[in-house]
């Protein structure tokens, strides 16, 4: 069963700080998905990454699939990006870490 | 517009009554899922849908719920009769055949008083 560890579990930044959340597990996987939860509960995908890095505006998410760990950085932050974040990996099924709680102070 | 829609967005029952939640793929899927996450905690497995019939479900699917797609279009999970710790927000979420994506609903917050 694969083990999914999500670090900080929370985090509070100062808006403009440079955001790095990070996700291990335990067995290899197809792919993973970076998830964005808002307060009020609905959660959007941000990424699915099988390999290498993706870019989309201020977010960037990398894996490396040899050390079995995932990054998500946020670049100038900003209080909308508070949120929870959420790693959750696909090997025959998708499994989801426990989150991050962001908050990005103005 | 939401590729997939869940309805209502929340829900209060009474301990014991039954609840149907309902989701709108809209796209035409193969893989429908359904998640749950108690408050607080992180986000569950409850049941796989392939094809119109269960392909996997947790042990917290247990014979109080069950899964139907009964017009091809809606895809429902209802709980027969629920109890207080049914209180969660409900996920219903769909990816196409071959493809790891999976977009989520906005969820459905069930309390159960």
């Known amino acids: 069963k694969n083990e999914v560890e999500q670090s900080p579990q929370n985090l509070t930044a100062q808006e403009g700080e440079f955001i790095t959340i990070n996700c291990s597990y335990s067995?290899?996987?197809?792919?993973l998905h970076w998830l964005q939860q808002h307060p009020g509960g609905g959660i959007v995908s941000l990424f699915m990454?099988?390999?290498g890095k993706k870019k989309h505006g201020r977010l960037i998410a990398t894996i490396n699939i040899q050390e079995k760990h995932s990054s998500l950085h946020i670049t100038a932050s900003h209080p909308r990006d508070s949120a929870v974040y959420i790693c959750?990996?696909?090997?025959?099924?998708?499994?989801f870490g426990k989150g991050t709680r962001l908050h990005i102070l103005p | 517009e939401p590729e997939v829609t869940q309805t209502p967005s929340h829900q209060v029952t009474q301990m014991g009554q039954e609840v149907i939640l309902r989701c709108v793929p809209i796209?035409?899927?193969?893989?429908f899922y359904w998640y749950r996450q108690i408050l607080g905690q992180k986000v569950e497995f409850l049941v796989s849908?392939?094809?119109?019939?269960?392909?996997?479900k947790s042990e917290i699917f247990d014979d109080q719920f069950s899964v139907e797609r009964p017009d091809g279009s809606n895809f429902t999970l209802k709980i027969r009769s629920t109890k207080l710790e049914d209180s969660a927000m409900y996920f219903c979420?769909?990816?196409?055949?071959?493809?790891?994506?999976?977009?989520f609903g906005s969820g459905t917050r069930l309390t159960v008083v």
């Open positions: 959750a990996v696909i090997d025959d099924k998708i499994i």
């Open positions: 067995v290899g996987i197809s792919a």
């Open positions: 990454l099988s390999s």
């Open positions: 796209s035409n899927h193969l893989y």
């Open positions: 849908f392939y094809n119109n019939e269960i392909s996997e």
């Open positions: 979420a769909r990816r196409g055949r071959g493809d790891y994506g999976y977009t």
